[in-house]
């Protein structure tokens, strides 16, 4: 199956610096990648569908000025979280579809904000 | 919204099998029914899928009733790295999100 790697695994800033996440696709071509967030004892929300060489799709209530997704080629998307602040700490978590085939999931990066 | 209910939570003991429950009274025709896992402060992952069917891999059975309402994901031999949140999820053959709902919380115990 596909093979996701997701970078980094965990990282803590401080409030009002930007972080970015990458998401690869290892062994193959991915047109489309996902990007969910997940907060302590909740299930994953979908934030946005990164489709390559055109802009993200995002889900209604995030906002796309905040959560820069690029997906410049077709093995990486990267997620940006600008100005981040102590609200935008939580489990950020890629995906990568294949068609009809199963997704398959990034191991997640926890992100701090102090 | 998820299109799913799950029990919350259950528990097995180890070694015996552990049956995971799933309604999903409204799913259509073109929707596949998928299972994944997620061990705590990991990414999840999948474990089956099916449309009719029921299905079988080295990691499970998925039984589908033939009313496709509802679906049942066997572990057959539990153990404790079974341990995890479980998500079914009803997904559109033609789309690819995939919408979590709160899932079922699995504890294996010795």
């Known amino acids: 199956g596909a093979v996701v790697s997701q970078h980094p695994s965990w990282v803590i800033c401080k409030s009002g610096t930007s972080v970015k996440i990458e998401c690869r696709s290892l062994?193959?071509?991915?047109?489309?990648m996902f990007w969910y967030r997940q907060f302590p004892k909740q299930s994953l929300m979908l934030m946005a569908t990164?489709?390559?060489?055109?802009?993200?799709?995002?889900e209604q209530g995030v906002e796309k000025d905040k959560f820069l997704i690029n997906h410049a080629s077709l093995t990486l998307s990267t997620l940006t979280v600008t100005s981040a602040h102590p609200e935008d700490s939580s489990f950020y978590i890629c995906?990568?579809?294949?068609?009809?085939?199963?997704?398959?999931f990034g191991d997640g990066t926890r992100l701090s904000i102090l | 919204d998820a299109k799913t209910t799950q029990p919350p939570s259950m528990d097995c003991a180890e070694g015996r099998a552990a049956n995971l429950p799933c309604n999903h009274s409204?799913?259509?025709?073109?929707?596949?029914v998928y299972w994944y896992r997620q061990i705590h402060s990991q990414g999840p992952q999948y474990i089956i899928h099916?449309?009719?069917n029921n299905e079988t891999n080295e990691m499970a059975s998925l039984i589908i009733t033939e009313d496709r309402k509802s679906s049942t994901l066997i572990l057959p031999h539990a153990t404790l790295r079974d341990t995890a949140v479980y998500y079914c999820?009803?997904?559109?053959?033609?789309?690819?999100?995939?919408?979590f709902g709160q899932g079922t919380r699995l504890t294996i115990n010795p």
């Open positions: 995906s990568v579809g294949n068609g009809d085939k199963p997704q398959h």
């Open positions: 409204t799913i259509s025709g073109n929707e596949y």
């Open positions: 999820i009803v997904r559109d053959q033609g789309a690819q999100k995939l919408v």
């Open positions: 990164s489709n390559e060489g055109s802009k993200a799709t995002y």
């Open positions: 062994d193959f071509q991915a047109t489309t």
């Open positions: 099916g449309l009719k």
